[in-house]
Structures are given as structure tokens and as C-alpha cells.
């Protein structure tokens, strides 16, 4: 064991590095995007209008009852979501009918349903930050608790390794192999330390009743019973109202909005929910927007959904536990910002991903530095991490690519096409992988930056080919959200582009110096064998 | 107000930044190679209106968006204008070379 | 082989501390019982970070043993005691 406090910390910090790196790689990447899952839903649904900004709640609900009534009169449940920021930007109703099925529909301005190609969309991508693909809740959810615990163990080791924290805070030398490796990996992660630690620790703090259940059976004893008890005190539910089976007439729904306008403010209701429309037991559950800052709750309003009476009210401030727990999922979700702190979330997650690849590679920098100075050829583990770097830093990009290529690509109307887009996603993850391990790792990273430039710069292409939404017309028509993501994969796509071409001719990862260094060495070894 | 509010926080953090760079031996040489090296209190005095600066820059994060959103977006520029200076300083070393 | 028990050590008597002591400093610091569940979890991130770091850098791997044991021993009367229904 190594001694010395800093020493330990430094090995620590290097295998809880490596052994979970590509997965909380995977975290970052469908973590940046999730912060963008809007733009990218409203991307892959080129069908829908662009955002109902001039809907006000009374209307939206309006429309959104009205459909409901003449179409799904017997659901058990209504649900309306009104366009009111950048995180609902349509109209949507949700139902539970008879058969305890779930269905949503989309509706345009005038109240008319709109049809939009079936898409997991950014939601999708969004989900696979924490739930993966593929496997098992119960599996993901503590594979994800456990990625995330190392990460945070990973990132306070890594601040006590790093000595010169303040003295080389501005410092990046480039051209240095590993050792601009080494700056670029400290500075990534020091420039954005209060995020990386906020996030790491705040995704703890979404996963806690999951990992740490024996705090819950500590203080409301074992069994479901007690841990529905306890959900139920925290989240302040109402009791649940069964239909009573007597039809009586749903109330008037815009008083209703009008009393949470006046209490919340004009245009801050996010969502409607019905239960037992038609009943007289019905109940209307009015729900305002998240508080406008980092608290991650919103007020709500219950009334009597034939009376119209107002029986509860659930302010989105609680105790300081709560609200505690309330302030890190909402710095973590970061649905409280507006647009120039959205580009500072953006950057600084950027940064953190970019900060764990740089550590991935730095890794097998020094291992591959140390081994030829040996003179020994590949060690199987550094090669194998070499080429998992390569398939996954930029492999797993260009699997979104081929994820955003699919939805333009597959049929809007072939069936289980949601399903589909995901598994072309994966399996071009894969096809980069095994091609990462048939080439060198120089041709890996200079081939499949190749791959990615060209997938990324196919993306808006194919969108002009397939859709009337392409390019010239999202900033003809001032559509911001086409026309970043068009200009967003161009940009990425030509990035992939400038460092396949910086890569041009270099045979390997080391500095010029150490090579030479390294020959000598090798030569002089085989010189002196008898 | 805003806009300048915004604009003052940004340069505030800009400039705490680099004097906190300059203040390190290493960037001044990179900035001001023609300089002798600073006296301690000279130092001193750098990084104290560095860091008062940025001080300063939290100020006006908090003016421009309220408390809780302000305190949140100050750590977003402060990460943005450091990664600025080291962008700057890298280009000023390979300049140099 | 040490390296394997002290990974044992913090993963599981990491666990084990962080769990009472997290019931511990949840009954201390909150008022009502859903709010001690909160606290209490929230705490014991920082608790079981703590013991990797202990159970990473002590002398050996006895050592790391024994550092997360003897507090998870101790506080586990206290924890065992509120869970009997300190809050009521």
C-alpha cells in the first residue's frame, strides 16, 4: 500500500477513475443531452408546430378540456399540460382510460390533435442518464447509485491529489504529452469544481431512497406499509378518492385557473390533472410552475371537481429538510434557468465529461509512457483501455448521431420506429467499439473522429432531404430550436473534423522527446542482451 | 440595468481573474516578461483586489437574478472567465515561444 | 489482499457507519420523522465518502477494520435506541 495520505488518495482517485470511467462518461453525455431533452424532442417531432409561446393557461385548458370531454369522456384520469416555458413548450393531454392504459395526444392552437412520428425523442436520451438501457430497474438503479457514490469519492480524492490546486490553476501546456494531458484533465475539472461536486452530489441526493433504504426502516420500521407511509408524509399526498359511481357534471374549469393565477401569478400553472371527471367525486389538482429558482417544487391546489370548492393547498416550500433535499434535485435538473444560465450548465457539463475523458486517456498516456520506456511492448490491460477509450470518448457521440440520423431515416409511420432509432443507437455504439479494437489506437481516434464529422455533418443534411424543416428555413422562420440543433451538429461535426485532421500522420500518443528517449533506451536494452 | 449589471459582473470577474494570474509568477512572466518579479506586498495587494473583485462579480449575479439563481450563476462565470484567462495565457506561452 | 480488505472495510463497514450515523444525526438535527429520514440520508454520503478516504489511506488494513467497526459499534446503541422510537 502506498503511504502518504496524498499518495493513497492519488491511487484511489485512479481506480475509482478507471473502473467506472466510461460509464460515468455515458452519465455525462446523456446527461448534457438531457438538459437539452426539450429542444431535442421538439427536433425529433418535426411534425409538431413550433412552441404555443401565446397560449394562456385558461385557453390551453380550454382547449385541452374540451378535446378531453368529446373524445375520452370516460377516462379515469385527465391530465393537461399547458405551454408555459421552455420545459412544455405544446400543448399535451394525457389520459388513463378504463383499462388503466396511459395514451397522450398533442394539440395545436386551435385545439385540433396534431400527429408526430413515434419517438423515445430527448426524453429517451434523457432516461438513460440514469435508468441505462436495456436492463432491469433494480439493477440500473443501484449500478447508477454506486457510478455515482465512486464518482463523488473520485472527485474529493482528486482535489486532495492535486498539490498545486492554486498554483496551477491558470496553467495548460500544450504539446507536452501527458503532461498537457495531466493540465487539461486539472483544469477541466478545477475551472468547474463547484458544479462537478454539486452535481455529483446532488445525483446521491435522487438516489437516496433507493440506496440508503435502512434510514427509512430506521425511524418507520420495515415493510412497504411503512415506506408508503413515509413517502406519504414527505410529499404531502392527499389521501386517495375513489369514484364514488354517481355521475355528476365536471365544474367549470377556468374560475378555477383564475383563483391559481391570482394566488401564483399570471401564466405560472404547468399542469391540470383530473381525477374522476364525470364523478361526483371528481377532483381537480391545480399545479403551479417550479418556483422560480433552484427549489424543485411547485405550489398546488386541489378542488372539488363539481363544486369547484377549494379543499387543499400544498405551498412549494416545506421544512428545511425538504427543501434542502428540494434545492439539490433543483440545482441538479437546472430547469430553473434561463437562457444564459442554460449555457452555463451546458458549458460546465461539457467540461465535466471532457474532464472525465481526459482522465480515461491520461491514464493510458502514463501506462503506455511507462511500458515503452521499458522497452515492453502492449500490456493487454492498457491496450484494452486504450481501445475502450477510443470506442466510447468518441464512439458513444457518434451512436447520438446515428440516433438522430435514424429518426429522420426510419419511417415516420413504421411500427415500434421509437424502439428502432434507440437500437441503432446502440448498435452503432457497438459497431465503434469492435472497430476500436480491430485498428491501433492512432488509427481508432483518427478514424472515427473521421466517422463522427461525417455522421454529425449528415444530420442536418438528412433533415433537409426528409423534413421541410431544415436549416434555411428554422432561421428563415426564426426557429431557434431547429435551427441550434442543425447548427449544433455542424459545429460538432466540424470539431470531430479539426481534430481528425490534427491527427493526420501521427503515428502515436507520446511527446517526440520521450519517444526518442524511449528508442534509445530500447536499442541500448537490445544491444546489451548477449 | 441588467444588461450593464450583467456586463459589470462579467468584467469584474474577468479582471479579479487576471490579477490573480499576473500575481502568480509564472503568468508574469507570460504577461509582463519585461517586468522585474513582484515585491511581496505587491503580491499581496494583487490578490487582494483580485479576489475583491470577485467579490464584487457575486454581487452583481445576485443584482442581476435575485439570491439563490444569482449565487448559482456566479460559479457559472467564474468558470467561464477562468477558462477565458487560461485560454488567453496558453496562446500568450505559445506566442512567446 | 489488502487491497481487497480494505475495500471490504469501506464498502460494507463503510456502509454499516454511514447507515447509524446517518439515523444518528438524523434524529439530532431534525424535528419530525420524515425530515429525519432526509437529513439523516443526506448525511451519510458524507459519512461513507469519509470512510473510503479511511479506509484508503490508514497504515493497514486492520487498521481501516477497526476505524469503521469501533464508531459503528458505538453509535449503534444510540440508532438502535431511536429506531425503538425516539421520535415518539
Known amino acids: ?259 391559481a393565477e391570482a394566488r401564483w401569478g399570471a401564466g405560472r400553472i404547468s399542469h391540470v390533472g383530473i381525477k374522476q371527471p364525470g364523478d361526483a367525486n371528481a377532483r381537480v389538482h391545480v399545479n403551479g410552475l417550479y418556483s422560480a429558482g433552484p427549489l424543485r417544487t411547485s405550489p398546488g391546489m386541489t378542488f372539488d371537481g363539481v363544486t369547484g370548492e377549494l379543499l387543499h393547498e400544498r405551498a412549494a416550500s416545506g421544512t428545511v429538510a425538504r427543501n434542502t433535499r428540494d434545492v439539490f434535485l433543483g440545482l441538479h435538473e437546472g430547469m430553473f434557468a434561463g437562457p444564459l444560465l442554460r449555457f452555463f450548465y451546458l458549458l460546465s457539463s461539457v467540461m465535466g465529461t471532457a474532464m472525465i475523458a481526459t482522465g480515461l486517456i491520461l491514464w493510458t498516456v502514463k501506462r503506455r509512457q511507462k511500458l515503452d520506456s521499458k522497452g515492453e511492448g502492449a500490456a493487454l490491460g492498457v491496450a484494452l483501455v486504450e ?82 424543416r431544415h436549416l434555411v428555413h428554422s432561421l428563415a422562420m426564426g426557429d431557434w430550436v431547429f435551427a441550434g440543433f442543425d447548427l449544433a451538429m455542424i459545429a460538432t461535426g466540424l470539431t470531430a473534423a479539426a481534430v481528425a485532421f490534427y491527427l493526420r500522420g501521427k503515428p502515436a500518443e507520446q511527446p517526440a522527446g520521450s519517444r526518442r528517449a524511449a528508442n534509445r533506451r530500447r536499442d541500448a536494452s537490445v544491444s546489451a542482451r548477449p | 440595468m441588467t444588461p450593464l449589471l450583467l456586463t459589470a459582473s462579467l468584467a469584474a470577474a474577468g479582471a479579479g481573474f487576471g490579477l490573480l494570474a499576473l500575481a502568480m509568477e509564472r503568468h508574469r512572466k507570460q504577461l509582463m516578461p519585461a517586468r522585474r518579479p513582484w515585491a511581496p506586498g505587491q503580491r499581496g495587494l494583487m490578490r487582494l483586489a483580485g479576489v475583491l473583485l470577485l467579490g464584487g462579480s457575486f454581487f452583481g449575479c445576485v443584482g442581476v437574478w435575485g439570491a439563490s439563481i444569482g449565487a448559482t450563476a456566479w460559479f457559472g462565470l467564474l468558470s467561464l472567465m477562468a477558462v477565458a484567462w487560461v485560454a488567453v495565457l496558453t496562446v500568450v506561452a505559445l506566442r512567446r515561444r | 489482499m489488502a487491497v481487497t480488505s480494505r475495500l471490504l472495510a469501506a464498502t460494507l463497514g463503510g456502509y454499516a457507519l454511514s447507515v447509524v450515523a446517518g439515523v444518528v444525526a438524523g434524529y439530532g438535527l431534525s424535528v419530525a420523522r420524515p425530515d429525519a429520514v432526509l437529513v439523516g440520508m443526506m448525511f451519510s454520503f458524507v459519512v461513507y465518502t469519509g470512510a473510503f478516504l479511511w479506509a484508503f489511506s490508514t497504515r493497514s488494513a486492520t487498521r481501516a477494520w477497526l476505524g469503521l467497526m469501533l464508531p459503528t459499534l458505538l453509535l449503534a446503541g444510540p440508532a438502535w435506541w431511536i429506531t425503538q422510537g425516539g421520535f415518539a
Open chain 1, 1 to 259: 500500500m502506498k503511504d502518504g495520505f496524498r499518495q493513497s488518495m492519488a491511487w484511489l482517485h485512479t481506480w475509482t477513475g478507471l473502473v467506472l470511467g466510461w460509464l460515468l462518461y455515458f452519465i455525462f453525455v446523456t446527461g448534457t443531452l438531457g438538459y437539452l431533452d426539450t429542444e431535442i424532442d421538439r427536433w425529433m417531432q418535426p411534425e409538431l408546430p413550433p412552441a404555443a409561446d401565446n397560449m394562456t393557461p385558461t385557453r390551453a385548458v380550454t382547449l385541452g378540456h374540451d378535446w378531453l370531454q368529446a373524445n375520452v369522456a370516460s377516462a379515469k384520469e385527465w391530465n393537461i399540460l399547458v405551454p408555459s416555458d421552455r420545459n412544455i413548450p405544446q400543448l399535451r393531454l394525457y389520459w388513463r382510460d378504463t383499462d388503466n392504459e396511459r395514451d397522450s395526444v398533442n394539440l395545436d392552437a386551435a385545439g385540433e390533435p396534431v400527429a408526430a412520428r413515434d419517438t423515445g425523442g430527448g426524453q429517451r436520451l434523457y432516461r438513460m442518464h440514469w435508468q441505462l438501457h436495456y436492463l432491469p430497474g433494480w439493477f440500473t438503479g443501484w449500478l447508477i447509485s454506486i457510478a455515482t457514490f465512486v464518482m463523488f469519492v473520485a472527485m474529493v480524492t482528486g482535489v486532495i491529489t492535486h498539490k498545486k490546486i492554486f498554483k496551477d490553476f491558470f496553467t495548460f501546456r500544450p504539446y507536452k504529452g501527458q503532461r498537457s494531458w495531466l493540465d487539461a484533465h486539472n483544469a477541466l475539472s478545477v475551472l468547474s469544481l463547484p458544479f462537478q461536486l454539486m452535481i455529483t452530489y446532488s445525483g446521491l441526493v435522487f438516489m437516496m431512497f433507493l440506496c440508503m433504504p435502512l434510514l427509512i426502516s430506521a425511524f418507520y420500521g420495515g415493510g412497504e406499509a411503512a415506506e408508503e407511509s413515509f413517502f406519504d408524509e414527505v410529499f404531502l399526498e392527499e389521501p386517495e378518492v375513489t369514484p364514488s359511481g354517481e355521475p355528476a357534471a365536471l365544474v367549470d374549469l377556468a374560475p378555477l385557473i383564475a383563483q
Open chain 1, 387 to 468: 481501445r475502450l477509450n477510443v470506442g466510447t470518448v468518441v464512439g458513444l457521440n457518434i451512436a447520438v448521431a446515428v440516433y438522430f440520423l435514424a429518426n429522420r431515416l426510419i419511417p415516420a409511420d413504421f411500427e415500434g420506429r421509437a424502439d428502432w432509432e434507440v437500437h441503432a443507437m446502440f448498435l452503432a455504439w457497438a459497431a465503434m467499439l469492435i472497430h476500436a479494437g480491430l485498428r491501433s489506437p492512432a488509427q481508432g481516434w483518427r478514424e472515427q473522429c473521421v466517422i463522427a464529422a461525417v455522421a454529425f455533418c449528415a444530420v442536418p443534411v438528412v433533415n433537409a432531404l426528409t423534413t421541410e
